[in-house]
């Protein structure tokens, strides 16, 4: 810090100042969505979300750690690979979670903001905000674990109507602008039907 420079004069001889700038990371384009949705219903939409993709990595955020451990026990009963990342955890706990999340052996970390900074893992294709989060900054580092590498990413918020005033302060904050999306647009595509998209065209005969 600047403030300190004229006592780091005094107390060291002839000191070299040595500067760090860190490569600015490129960023691949993230989709930003908001889908209205009773809370009610939010259990049932996931596990037709995860259904139709079980194997892409997601991360959920929640507001609490109770929330954290409570839907993924749910996505657990609904046989899909989920496990909790907050930080009532222990150490080893949650390196091993990180760990799994990150080999693919977890497709679906359910985590408090302790993931939303620092936690770096490649290919994460989608994250799902469970309800907005109160602050801008907050919504920017949860979104930003997706779209790394220069590769995209879907970044998805559940709203009740209740909270559609924090997704405005979340708009002016951050300066984003999150498309309202449809149940069907919200979900990602049946797995037939995202093959047969992908599926090169055949070509015109002559």
Avoid: W
């Avoid at 991360?59 to 839907?71: G, M, P, R, S």
């Avoid at 979104?143 to 109507?161: F, N, P, Q, V, Y």
């Amino acid at each position: 810090p600047k403030h300190l420079t004229p006592i780091v004069q005094k107390l060291l001889h002839k000191p070299v100042e040595v500067h760090v700038e860190k490569a600015p990371e490129k960023r691949g384009a993230i989709r930003q969505g908001v889908f209205f949705i009773d809370p009610s219903q939010r259990g049932a939409f996931l596990k037709t979300f995860f259904n139709r993709d079980r194997t892409s990595r997601t991360i959920v955020f929640t507001n609490t750690k109770a929330e954290a451990d409570q839907l993924a026990s749910t996505l657990r009963k609904y046989r899909m690979g989920a496990a909790p990342l907050h930080g009532d955890l222990t150490q080893a706990q949650r390196n091993s979670t990180v760990a799994s999340f990150t080999a693919g052996r977890t497709p679906i970390l359910v985590a408090t903001d302790i993931a939303a900074r620092g936690l770096d893992v490649p290919d994460v294709r989608t994250v799902i905000n469970m309800d907005p989060p109160e602050q801008p900054e907050t919504y920017l580092h949860r979104i930003g674990r997706t779209g790394r590498a220069g590769k995209t990413g879907t970044a998805l918020t559940l709203c009740s109507m209740a909270d559609r005033k924090k997704i405005r302060h979340i708009e002016v904050g951050a300066n984003v602008k999150l498309r309202v999306l449809t149940e069907e647009q919200a979900l990602p595509k049946p797995e037939a039907e995202g093959k047969a998209a992908n599926k090169p065209r055949p070509k015109a005969k002559p």
